[in-house]
């Protein structure tokens, strides 16, 4: 029988100690202090937002993070890795005066030929990129509590659910918006709803694509503009414009 990998072991080792006592010396010694710090800080994280998540938030006001992740593949359970974090944060219809986000991320496997073509990350890169433990804690950082948004989120939301749990044991709880299905709902005549076609039809610029932080910049600008047309609807909260997709 194939034998889970030593790090593996470690963590399961780690998290049913977490369980039984929080962070002690022993979890702190086993993970290393700092990854076990960090494995802290994304479970509280985690259960801040499961607090604070409302669906009364004013779409005019909301805080956000608009993200996208490069991988290795489409498949987080059967082997493919995050390669890269981008993200930026607005406020309403504003981009936030603040830093962009972006982290590569060591995957701990070869990046496939295909996907250096498609995204420039080269095996060299990855392999000095900071751990996902790394990336996973600053990323989060950077989100706080605010409302996530991606293109096509699924996606995202699948690669972030398997590296937090394969790290931390939490699964994500931050709300998330998808710009496909804003564009699917302002934009129903389409016949295609890739971020390339939509960025075109609304005209905002595409620059370098498959690059996590432009790709990220660009639903942000996306994001933006759909905006204005939603309040233009008469909706004005997060709660309300979840109904209206749901109806998709």
Excluded: C
């Excluded at 993200?67 to 993200?87: K, Q």
């Excluded at 309403?92 to 603040?98: R, S, T």
């Excluded at 564009?183 to 498959?210: C, F, M, P, Q």
């Amino acid at each position: 029988m194939k034998q889970p990998p030593e790090d593996m072991n470690s963590l399961g080792r780690a998290w049913h100690l977490y369980k039984l006592g929080g962070l002690t010396p022993a979890i702190a010694s086993m993970l290393g202090s700092t990854n076990a710090q960090q494995m802290a800080f994304i479970r509280s994280m985690s259960r801040v937002q499961r607090k604070e998540s409302s669906l009364d938030i004013l779409l005019a006001d909301m805080e956000a993070v608009v993200f996208d992740l490069e991988t290795t593949g489409f498949y987080p359970y059967n082997g493919d890795e995050i390669l890269s974090i981008g993200a930026v944060r607005i406020r309403g219809g504003q981009f936030e005066d603040a830093e962009p986000f972006y982290r590569l991320v060591n995957p701990k496997r070869k990046v496939p030929q295909q996907i250096t073509e498609l995204t420039g990350i080269t095996n060299e890169m990855a392999e000095t990129a900071p751990q996902l433990m790394d990336g996973l804690h600053d990323f989060m950082d950077f989100v706080g509590t605010r409302v996530l948004i991606a293109h096509s989120s699924s996606h995202d939301k699948q690669f972030l659910n398997s590296a937090l749990w394969r790290t931390s044991k939490v699964n994500l709880t931050h709300r998330i918006l998808d710009t496909m299905m804003i564009s699917k709902w302002l934009e129903s005549d389409a016949l295609y709803y890739g971020l390339d076609e939509v960025l075109e039809r609304n005209g905002i610029e595409v620059t370098t694509r498959h690059h996590a932080l432009h790709d990220s910049v660009m639903t942000a600008k996306l994001y933006i503009k759909f905006l204005q047309q939603v309040l233009d609807r008469q909706v004005t909260t997060l709660g309300d414009l979840y109904a209206y997709l749901s109806r998709r």
